[in-house]
């Protein structure tokens, strides 16, 4: 099917930083960008090689580009999907902003259109909590589980990100987003520490956002880092069925959201736990340490 450019981003990444093949499917309505990329046989099939799927799930402000490095370094040895949520990245915008619920609604069926049954999910941010909801529905399928700088509960509890939330999600933020770009301007200078930030790399991550009309959903996600809170509490409540599967803790120490607390409850959520802690590193942990994140995914992987 034809893309739409009413909705969807015309930009396009530079290829030497997003070295990939874009792809798009349309599931439950929505066309999804993605990225499949990995080794396959060399035989006249070209079948995929066997082992686990390693699904990258983004958070807010971002998109797959966030995760290009890991890609880059891990792709000579698994199958890597990535896929932009509903109107983030270059997926096409929906004609209103998805809740968390509905983005893991359709990351569900998009595993189910790719027919991935064999998972390591790697989930940041909303990408946590919206990938393991998804992942959810089919729990026997989830070899492990990488946790960066996320949540997986109601965060009424966290002072923290009651303020984020309510100040990120105000009308004075989305009226100043709207305007000036400014959530994603603010954000990503709180949550990338390494310095300087390439002009290139803040291109990536502005590019899909230079049409004022995508820029709502990033405020509905931090809006609904509060409103959520049912679909949060079912997800924490849920997880039991992952508990005991193996997960690997990559966490910044240099990120002003979400700190060493959220870390140490997914340590008692899932037992099974190694922990990476990259004191240098703020909330965009790929985006700071990408070598030190992609060597322990290979490495817990690897024995999973």
């Not at 070295?19 to 499949?36: E, I, M």
């Not at 797959?64 to 370094?73: C, E, P, V, W």
């Not at 790719?114 to 026997?140: E, F, M, Q, T």
């Not at 990503?188 to 009309?213: C, H, K, N, Q």
């Amino acid at each position: 099917m034809p893309s739409d450019p009413a909705t969807e981003p015309r930009y396009r990444p530079q290829p030497a930083l997003y070295p990939f093949t874009s792809r798009w499917c349309h599931v439950a309505g929505h066309r999804l960008h993605y990225l499949d990329e990995g080794p396959v046989d060399t035989g006249p099939t070209q079948a995929r090689v066997h082992g686990p799927v390693l699904l990258f799930v983004h958070g807010n402000p971002s998109w797959s580009f966030l995760y290009r490095d890991l890609i880059r370094q891990l792709r000579g040895r698994w199958r890597c999907v990535a896929p932009d949520l509903a109107g983030l990245g270059l997926s096409a915008t929906p004609p209103r902003p998805l809740r968390p619920a509905e983005h893991a609604a359709v990351v569900a069926e998009f595993l189910d259109a790719l027919g991935l049954d064999d998972l390591v999910l790697v989930g940041h941010d909303w990408g946590g909590p919206i990938g393991l909801a998804a992942v959810l529905r089919r729990p026997a399928a989830v070899r492990g589980m990488v946790l960066a700088n996320s949540f997986a509960w109601p965060l009424q509890g966290s002072w923290r990100m009651q303020v984020f939330s309510r100040l990120a999600g105000s009308w004075a933020a989305a009226l100043a987003s709207r305007c000036c770009n400014a959530f994603l301007a603010v954000g990503l200078r709180l949550a990338i520490r390494r310095r300087p930030i390439e002009p290139a790399v803040l291109d990536g991550y502005f590019g899909p956002f230079r049409a004022r009309t995508r820029r709502g959903v990033m405020q509905r996600l931090a809006r609904e880092l509060l409103a959520s809170r049912g679909f949060l509490a079912a997800l924490e409540r849920d997880l039991g069925a992952l508990a005991q599967q193996p997960a690997l803790l990559c966490w910044g120490g240099r990120d002003p959201f979400i700190g060493a607390a959220e870390r140490r409850h997914f340590e008692r959520m899932f037992p099974h736990h190694d922990r990476l802690v990259l004191p240098a590193a703020g909330h965009f942990v790929p985006e700071d340490a990408p070598q030190a994140m992609a060597g322990a995914i290979a490495s817990a992987v690897a024995l999973w």
